[in-house]
């Protein structure tokens, strides 16, 4: 099994730099992903990290540290619309599926 | 347009109702599944199929019965549901069940409440 742990909520302003953080333990690791999700809608993929380090991708950066069981993702230059909850989700070993966190609310303001 | 279909987007049904859920997805992928998401809650798996075999049952409770004809098609029958069955039920797809880069493709889901 696995324990994934995420801020429920987090406030910051248009145009600031926010990073959400997400601790995991588990068995077995084969990969750490991040999702977005608006009010109503799919989750969409944002990034894949399996190798410590650093991913960029224009706004979004994501970050992994497998000896620390850490991630987080990093959104620059924030945009009203990136108002949404950002999921973390583990693939153990052993299986085909991702165990997800209960996920970040984001608020962006003006 | 998503690539992953789901209907309807909302149901309502009473306990003793039986009704089905229905996902179907347009990007050629092997692997479906089935995902239930409650307030305040993860995201929960329900079942997994890879190639229309069944891989994973997350110990589902048997109220609860999917079936997937093809690997463009999943449904969940519902039947006997109970008040703390209303959720959101998210279908996703992948290529297949193998691939350890493989993200998974999510339907905007079916808001059911159970009255």
């Known amino acids: 099994g696995q324990n994934i742990d995420q801020p429920t909520e987090m406030t910051a302003t248009e145009g600031a730099i926010v990073q959400i953080n997400c601790t995991y333990q588990t068995s077995g690791f084969n990969g750490l992903f991040w999702y977005q999700q608006h009010a109503g809608e799919a989750p969409t993929f944002l990034s894949y990290n399996v190798l410590d380090g650093l991913e960029e991708k224009g706004r979004f950066s994501s970050f992994l540290s497998r000896s620390k069981g850490y991630s987080y993702l990093l959104l620059k230059e924030l945009q009203m619309k990136d108002s949404a909850s950002y999921l973390c989700?583990?693939?153990?070993?052993?299986?085909?599926?991702?165990?997800f966190g209960k996920g970040t609310s984001l608020l962006v303001t003006p | 347009e998503t690539g992953v279909t789901q209907t309807p987007r909302h149901l309502v049904m009473g306990m003793t109702n039986k009704k089905s859920l229905k996902c179907e997805q347009h990007l050629g992928h092997n692997a479906m599944y089935w995902y239930k998401q409650s307030a305040k809650k993860p995201l929960e798996l329900m079942f997994v199929y890879n190639f229309k075999e069944q891989t994973e049952n997350n110990s589902v409770p048997s109220r609860f019965s999917p079936e997937c004809p093809n690997s463009s098609h999943l449904f969940l029958h519902l039947h006997t549901l109970q008040p703390e069955d209303s959720a959101l039920y998210l279908c996703?797809?992948?290529?297949?069940?193998?691939?350890?880069?493989?993200?998974?493709?999510f339907g905007s889901g079916t808001q059911l409440s159970v009255l």
């Open positions: 989700a583990v693939r153990e070993n052993s299986g085909y599926a991702l165990n």
């Open positions: 996703a797809s992948s290529q297949d069940g193998a691939g350890v880069r493989e993200k998974l493709f």
